[in-house]
């Protein structure tokens, strides 16, 4: 099968490592450190350096969707011609956040974290699966927005937008009332989960039982070989990249965002006529609450 292009190669590396055996993760770590050495290498003279064995690093380059090493040198080869096009910016902010980095630097670092997260996240998401989630969500008899921690802010943040545009919808952050609506989904309820990991048993749960009653779900998840990504029928892809301060769940958020926003939009778009016009009811509901307020 086709691997990943050029442009989203690193990203989805980044985003099945944690699925990979020990021995394929070890390569894939080579392939995110040094893409450049990696496409430089012959089978041999990388099996020498990484001290795997040569069937490692086909199984490696097979488990991440090339038909062998040589697709996978290819592509790493055109990463490395965008990188070195992107090397001024690569000094500008090396490395994760440290306890003793200037606050200029703490500025700059989780800028660019945040902005190669969003990138990263933008290269994973093609139309096509954007379109199929506006067609589900626009025909959904009831839109349920399920998360925890983190990701329970993203979801409350997805029912708030899709409210405004007067798509019927609820956000659920404790698995006892989801599993309760879960239970009553049918097959024209959508059920739309955000877990970084997509291991959260609070997410997970919720989401077996739904899809069990019928329901489509759509996954919102860093790992794209995870249970909650296995149990989707749409799976989006956010990636986050981790530093010390900021562990996986809070790295994702942004590019989480992102997909929603792209999601609001798209539905926004699909349904113009009753979108603008809930909007401008809803922008002059909430103008007018503050005139009053200004006045009194």
């Known amino acids: 099968m086709s691997g990943p292009t050029a442009a989203n190669l690193v990203a989805s590396v980044r985003a099945v490592l944690p699925s990979l055996t020990p021995s394929v993760r070890s390569i894939a770590r080579l392939i995110l450190d040094d893409p450049a050495m990696v496409a430089r290498s012959t089978i041999t003279e990388l099996s020498a350096t990484s001290g795997a064995s040569q069937a490692t690093i086909v199984r490696t380059a097979r488990a991440l969707g090339f038909s062998g090493y ?105 698995v006892h009332l989801a599993l309760t609506a879960a239970a009553l989904a049918t097959s024209d309820d959508v059920w739309v989960a955000v877990s970084c990991t997509g291991e959260t048993a609070d997410v997970v749960e919720p989401v077996r039982t739904a899809r069990a009653a019928g329901a489509v779900v759509v996954a919102i998840t860093n790992n794209p070989r995870s249970t909650l990504a296995g149990l989707g029928h749409h799976v989006l892809v956010s990636a986050g990249r981790e530093t010390e301060f900021r562990p996986g769940a809070l790295a994702s958020r942004i590019s989480q965002l992102l997909i929603v926003d792209c999601i609001f939009v798209a539905v926004a778009q699909r349904t113009f006529i009753a979108s603008d016009a809930a909007l401008r009811v809803t922008k002059d509901a909430l103008d007018t609450y503050g005139s009053r307020r200004l006045r009194s």
């Not at 790493?76 to 440290?98: E, K």
């Open 70 to 174: 040589s697709e996978l040198r290819l592509a790493l080869a055109a990463v490395s011609a965008q990188t070195q096009s992107q090397q001024g910016a690569d000094r500008l902010v090396p490395g994760g956040l440290a306890p003793s980095d200037p606050l200029a630097d703490v500025i700059a670092k989780v800028t660019r974290a945040e902005s190669d997260a969003i990138a990263d996240t933008a290269a994973q998401l093609t139309p096509e699966q954007l379109g199929r989630v506006v067609d589900v969500l626009t025909t959904a008899r009831r839109v349920s927005m399920l998360g925890v921690g983190a990701s329970g802010l993203v979801a409350a943040d997805m029912a708030q937008k899709l409210m405004r545009i007067g798509l019927a919808g609820h956000p659920f952050t404790d």
